[in-house]
């Protein structure tokens, strides 16, 4: 089969590979889709020293079960796994038990591996799931005729729940989401969901900018090097600023804007890390003091989070389609990169 193989910094080559071969334990998905992840772009150019090459990438997958080796195999609600099911997967897996399993915060488990890292993904016609992930209840069936694109997104989706699971977001809230590529958009939508009053996206890309006019938000706002966005979400929102500000965008100074522009009392959210290589951003921290600031982070996701992005898109009430904007063979992943890179894209998704 084609995989694209990760090799090292700049070197994700589609090449032919073996069909994997299942041990015990184990299930064999034939991929329908697998979408892009800003990580897998990152690790694409910048390496990721935590994955060893050559690995298959790819961990936002939806796919149909095509051999199972895992004969008392049962997704979480105890219904038996079966041949030709469609499913999507929480991609941690667990192998034991520490403190943040027993905290039901197994995202920063010691124990955890994870798809496309310490795992081939899904970036291949077939992908091979663990047998630890099948025993856990890591396979979720896909039961209505949402296409394979769209619950491709449960796996990002899930990571932008478990940010709002610390964030509390309700009535009360105006959000300001800094970064309007298909992260910022979902947790603008998911504010919206959860009743916040006013929700506005801030990037410095036009294009997506106008991408973002399609979603039913409150304001799509310029960054600009002379800080006037600041102004204009001050001047948004009754001159106190946002109740919540979540950054959704690698920049140490899209960091510094949030404490800048969040009200009195308010929650900021550091959903993106910083490129490994320049953690340290110069960061306004007196903002945290005299406003007394709230701030949190978020990696990865609970498994409660999978679900309850599973159950989302399921139900039909999530604009998944429209974040879905491109759909790719596997050997034109690269233009898949560059659409990301260039704003053009939301979503960007290999289909097979
Ligand atoms: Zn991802």
Known sequence: MKAAVYEGKERVIVQEVAVPMLNEGEVLLAVDACSICGTDLRTYRHGDLKINPPRILGHEFCGHVVESRATEGRYADGTPIQIGDRVVMYIVILAGTDRYTEMGRENLSGKRTTMSYHHDGAFAPFVRIPANAVAQGNLFKVASDIPSDQMSLAEPLGCVMNAHSRLGIGLKDTVT??????????????????????????????????????????????????????????????????????????????????????????????????????PVAPLNVNHIHYKELSISGSYSEKKSDFQAAYALLHSGRFPASKIVTHRLPLDRIQDGFHLMETGESLKVCITF
């Open 177 to 278: 989401i800094i970064g309007a590529g298909p992260i910022g958009i979902m947790h603008a939508l998911l504010s919206r969901a959860q009743g916040a009053q006013k929700v506005f996206v801030i990037d410095t890309n036009e294009e997506r900018l106008k991408m973002a006019q399609d979603f039913d938000l409150d304001g799509a706002i310029l960054s600009t090097s002379d800080g006037a966005h600041r102004e204009r979400i001050a001047e948004l929102t009754n001159g106190n600023g946002p109740d919540v500000v979540i950054v959704a965008v690698s920049a140490g100074a899209a960091q510094n804007d949030a404490l800048e522009i969040a009200a009195k009392a308010g929650r900021v959210n550091f959903f993106a890390g910083l490129p490994k290589s320049s």
